[in-house]
């Protein structure tokens, strides 16, 4: 989207006029990456690679609904 960004780890820097973009696009990323299912990909990949290793069951999915995040006071300040 045009904007100039820095990251290590959990911290951003981004410049001040670009602040509450970067806040947005976090946000939507946050929420795109753990809505997939990733416990479940990579059981399935390590299932594939390693047919003779029995993982553990996964534990059940809870019931957080990730896309509060988008309108979160302290998600990102």
Avoid: C, Q
Avoid at 59 to 77: C, H, W
């Amino acid at each position: 989207r045009g904007m100039n960004f820095a990251s290590v780890h959990d911290s951003f820097w981004t410049s001040p006029s670009d602040v509450d973009l970067m806040n947005t696009m976090l946000r939507e990323n946050f929420v795109a990456l753990h809505t997939r299912p990733l416990l479940e990909e990579l059981v399935e990949y390590l299932n594939m690679r390693h047919p003779d290793i029995k993982y553990p069951e996964l534990p059940e999915r809870g019931d957080l609904d990730l896309n509060l995040v988008r309108d979160s006071n302290y998600f990102f300040d």
